[in-house]
T-cell receptor, first 113, second 118 residues
């Protein structure tokens, strides 16, 4: 079946450290890939997306590249801030699935000053 | 302001007492969906709706009902809640047009409803 696997958290970093959150997927067909972020007490919001192989999504200093050969969509940021502390969800959707988003389990990031 | 509004934010109830969680969006979105979020499991889809009077089951529909009588509203109904329905619930909506790009439209989420069933 279709699924998304993320690295387990929590991830704790110091401010200005480099961030990588791993995400791999299994899908029949050609999925679109997303990263959503959930700040404390809020709903999820779209961080970035990539809709085809080799596309790079970017937003707010975060980047992720759609790697079809490794079925991955790892999230990276060169220098994290305390305000980046949140839960990050990797997700996919498929054209023939009615637009349903399939989420990974989420990775909690805590950035210390 | 474009938003998805859920009510209530917090709800504590007892087993078997029917409840409704309301969801309303002001973006004229066709697509609406309910998810539940549980630790270690991410978000799982309960029900979704592609348009008015069109609803379908997601991955975990047991024990839930929905209706879509108006485009803006998509209430979630628990006819007889049980403790295993204790969870954090999110309503979401998005634009759904034509073609492949329509399925890449971002989901807009409400702020969640934390339900406890004792």
């Amino acid at each position: 079946g279709n699924s998304v696997t993320q690295m387990e958290g929590p991830v704790t970093l110091s401010e200005e450290a480099f961030l990588t959150i791993n995400c791999t997927y299994t899908a029949t067909g050609y999925p679109s890939l997303f990263w959503y972020v959930q700040y404390p007490g809020e709903g999820l919001q779209l961080l970035l997306k990539a809709t085809k192989a080799d596309d790079k999504g970017s937003n707010k200093g975060f980047e992720a590249t759609y790697r079809k050969e490794t079925t991955s969509f790892h999230l990276e940021k060169g220098s994290v801030q305390v305000s980046d502390s949140a839960v990050y969800f990797c997700a996919l959707t498929l054209y023939n699935q009615g637009g349903k988003l399939i989420f990974g389990q989420g990775t909690e990031l805590s950035v210390k000053p | 302001e474009a938003q998805v509004t859920q009510n209530p934010r917090y709800l504590i109830t007892v087993t078997g007492k029917k409840l409704t969680v309301t969801c309303s969006q002001n973006m004229n979105h066709e697509y609406m969906s309910w998810y539940r979020q549980d630790p270690g499991l991410g978000l799982r889809q309960i029900y979704y709706s592609m348009n008015v009077e069109v609803t379908d089951k997601g991955d975990v529909p047991e024990g839930y009902k929905v209706s879509r009588k108006e485009k803006r509203n998509f209430p979630l109904i628990l006819e007889s809640p049980s403790p295993n329905q204790t969870s954090l619930y999110f309503c979401a909506s998005s634009f759904k047009g034509q073609g492949k790009e329509s399925y890449n439209s971002p989901l807009h989420f409400g702020n969640g409803t934390r339900l406890t069933v004792t």
